[in-house]
Every structure is written in structure tokens, then in C-alpha cells.
């Protein structure tokens, strides 16, 4: 069987092409989305991760502000920071790049953020939308997985979706969204390192969204003929003596097996920037109406 390749890069393409007419209609009323991104300390990955966001912002004309604090902020002063960015009306989106230094109280300095500039979809206003079926600020990754779906033309209705993987981040928000009647309508699975005989699950499921963070977990042996696959992993190994990034799925040992799959890089990852523009603007979007 041939595998297709599900690519992030094309999918996040489309959606950009989209959001161009929004962003525009924004403009014409004198709205420039705008994003502030916090970043505290050093974290070499973090850096990466904000500067490739405010990259993208910068690219399509939006506004974005960052705002770098010391490793040995005070917490009261971080969250200063996010009490005036709450009141800008020139931000409508706030995120707050993860982890934070151990003296900080993650969870507090999130549910600080106004659960209207909430771009990252973690506060517990939005999580609660979601899963009573009421989506507003969706967490980034799932969503983005769920525009590949649709854009490849994967229908999730009345599928078996088998999720590894129970983070507040990508697992359960994923898990939800595809079982949403309006969405996915699938019957879903959620695994997670409690689960007894993973295999038992993972061979069942038409769709096998794998998000546990380890390094090319699932191979030929966890998958069923033709299923589809969505590799959410990145994870940085060392192989040959060279340092590379791959994904939680084998991708070599399925490839032939499963009928699609997102590959790594250049899969889930450059949808979860694309979908924190896409928040951004719709947040935009939601404030003016
Ligand atoms: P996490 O560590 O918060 O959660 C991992 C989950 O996997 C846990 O719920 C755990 O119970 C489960 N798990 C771990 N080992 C398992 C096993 N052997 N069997 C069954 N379940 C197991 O991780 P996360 O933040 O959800 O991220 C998961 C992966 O996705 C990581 O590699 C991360 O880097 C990546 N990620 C990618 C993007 C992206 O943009 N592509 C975004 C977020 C996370």
C-alpha cells in the first residue's frame, strides 16, 4: 500500500490562504491583530519555538510584541506584566512560552491570562468550553490536527480514533474535539500510561493520533492495515552521531502499512504556529463583533 504523506507545510499553506481575507477585513476597520509572546529566561528550545511564532506574525503583517523576562523574575512581576497586556486593546492574544522557571506557579500565571486572549486554549474557561461541545480558544496542536484532517480529506464520522496520550495540551483536547458531533463524530479511544495492553487499542483505530512523547514508539506492530496516522512527537535524539528530531511513530516500519501519515518534521508542527495566528486573528475577530 501506498502511504501518503499528510504534509503540515501544504495544510498550514491553505489555512494561511484563508486567514488572508480575515486579516484584511480586520485592517479595514483599523484592527491589526496583535500577539504578545512572554518569555522567561534562557531555554535554547523556548527561544526557538517564540522566535519561529513572531516570525510567522511579522510575515503576514500582524502585530507582535515580545517581552522577555529575567530566569529570576519575580512571579508578582510576571503576572503585572500579564494584568496590563490583559488591559491592551492593542493584544489580543497572550502567550506565555512553557516551562517556566520552578519558582513560578505555571498553572496561576496561565489562568491569569484573560481567558478572551487566551490563544493557547489552556485557560480553564476554554477547556470547559470544549468540552461541553462549545469551542472557542482550541489548545493549538489538536487543532491543527484537525485542519489536516479535514484538509486531506480524512473523515473522522463514525471512525474508531485511538489517541496515546491524556496532556491537557495535545491528548484530551483531541480526543474531544474528534468526538465532537459537529467536528469529528468519531468514537474515540483515550490511552494513556495507565493502559493495559496499548496494542489491544492501537490496532483498532482507523485514525491513531500518537502524542506520548517518546521516540519512535509505534512501529508496524501497534497499527492496523490502513490506518491513518498523526505523529504529534518531537523528540530530539542522537542517531549515527548526528543529533535529528523524530517523531513518536516509527515512521520507516509503517510506512506501506498505513494508508496516510504526517510526517516528521514538517507535519503536526508547523500547524500548531499556524493555528496560534488563526486564534489570534479570531480573537481579533471576536472583539470587534
Ligand atoms: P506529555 O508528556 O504532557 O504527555 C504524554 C502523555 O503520554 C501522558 O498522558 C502519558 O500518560 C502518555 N504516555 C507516555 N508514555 C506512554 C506509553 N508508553 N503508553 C501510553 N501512554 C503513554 O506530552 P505532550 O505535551 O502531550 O507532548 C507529547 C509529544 O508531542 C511530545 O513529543 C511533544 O514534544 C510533542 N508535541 C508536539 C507539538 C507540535 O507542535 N507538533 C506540540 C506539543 C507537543
Known amino acids: 500500500m501506498d502511504t501518503k504523506i499528510l504534509s503540515g507545510l501544504d495544510a498550514s499553506k491553505a489555512l494561511f490562504g484563508g486567514l488572508v481575507a480575515r486579516i484584511d477585513h480586520l485592517k479595514s476597520k483599523g484592527v491589526t491583530p496583535g500577539l504578545a509572546a512572554v518569555l522567561v529566561g534562557e531555554n535554547p528550545a523556548s527561544e526557538i519555538y517564540v522566535r519561529n511564532k513572531t516570525k510567522k506574525f511579522e510575515s503576514l503583517g500582524l502585530k507582535s510584541d515580545l517581552f522577555r523576562l529575567s530566569k529570576d523574575v519575580e512571579e508578582t512581576e510576571l503576572l503585572k506584566l500579564i494584568e496590563d497586556l490583559n488591559n491592551n486593546n492593542e493584544i489580543h492574544g497572550i502567550l506565555v512560552q512553557l516551562p517556566l522557571p520552578k519558582h513560578i506557579d505555571s498553572e496561576k500565571v496561565l489562568n491569569a491570562i484573560s481567558p478572551t486572549k487566551d490563544v493557547d486554549g489552556f485557560h480553564p474557561e476554554n477547556a470547559g468550553l470544549l468540552s461541553i461541545g462549545k469551542p472557542r480558544f482550541v489548545p493549538c496542536t489538536p487543532k491543527g490536527i484537525m485542519f489536516i484532517l479535514k484538509h486531506f480529506n480524512v473523515d473522522l464520522n463514525g471512525k474508531h480514533v485511538v489517541v496515546i496520550g491524556r496532556s491537557n495540551i495535545v491528548g484530551r483536547p483531541i480526543s474531544i474535539l474528534s468526538s465532537l458531533k459537529t467536528l469529528g463524530n468519531a468514537t474515540v479511544t483515550l490511552c494513556h500510561s495507565g493502559t493495559k495492553d496499548l496494542k489491544y487499542f492501537s490496532k483498532q483505530a482507523d485514525v491513531l493520533i500518537a502524542a506520548l512523547g517518546s521516540p519512535e514508539f509505534v512501529d508496524a506492530s501497534y497499527i492496523k492495515d490502513g490506518a491513518c496516522l498523526i505523529d504529534v512527537g518531537i523528540n530530539r535524539i542522537e542517531k549515527d552521531g548526528k543529533s535529528r528530531i523524530v517523531g513518536d511513530v516509527n515512521q520507516e516500519s509503517v510506512t506501506g ?29 471576536l472583539l470587534l463583533n
Open 257 to 285: 502499512i498505513a494508508s496516510s501519515l504526517t510526517p516528521v518534521p514538517k507535519g503536526v508542527g508547523p500547524m500548531t504556529i499556524a493555528m496560534l495566528v488563526e486564534n489570534t486573528v479570531l480573537s481579533a475577530e
